[in-house]
């Protein structure tokens, strides 16, 4: 049976631990980007699976090849968030949670499809892959 694949967006440090983190215990992954930049900065990570989608083009959201499990969202600004919330809940029945520093009202995120919103001062959230 295919493993799950956990899919990731690292747009800040807290983000990059947690590849970082995946990478150690060697559990299938994918990062999630939407631009040039933060892809190279994962290719330079060592990421080997990323995938590179345009947020704002719904034609392009497709679900990715293979079994999606579990997917962690790391807040970088409220829009991007909603938008990957809004991408992601349809490809996996599992939990998407979303590790933020900020104050936002979960309920956003939760309407959306989030099933945890971590609120977390130091980023440090490798308790979730427990």
């Known amino acids: 049976m295919e493993e799950e694949l956990i899919v990731v967006t690292a747009p800040n440090e807290a983000g ?11 559990r299938p992954f994918a990062a999630l980007t939407n631009n040039a930049k933060e892809e190279r900065e994962l290719r330079k990570l060592g990421v080997p699976k990323i995938i590179r989608l345009h947020t ?8 990715p090849e293979g079994r999606i499990g ?4 790391f807040e970088n600004s409220l829009n991007l968030t909603c938008r990957y919330l809004q991408i992601c809940r349809p490809w996996t029945p599992c939990s998407i949670y979303v590790i ?3 104050h936002h009202s979960p309920g ?4 959306l499809g989030a099933d945890h919103v971590i609120h ?3 980023g440090e959230v490798g308790f979730l892959l427990k």
């Not at 704002?56 to 679900?63: K, Y």
């Not at 956003?108 to 309407?111: D, E, H, L, S, V």
């Open 70 to 73: 579990r997917i962690f969202i």
């Open 56 to 63: 704002n083009n719904t034609d392009e959201w497709v679900v």
């Open 100 to 102: 933020t520093q900020a």
């Open 16 to 26: 990059r631990n947690f590849i970082k983190l995946l990478m150690y215990l060697k």
């Open 120 to 122: 977390t001062l130091n």
């Open 108 to 111: 956003i995120y939760r309407g």
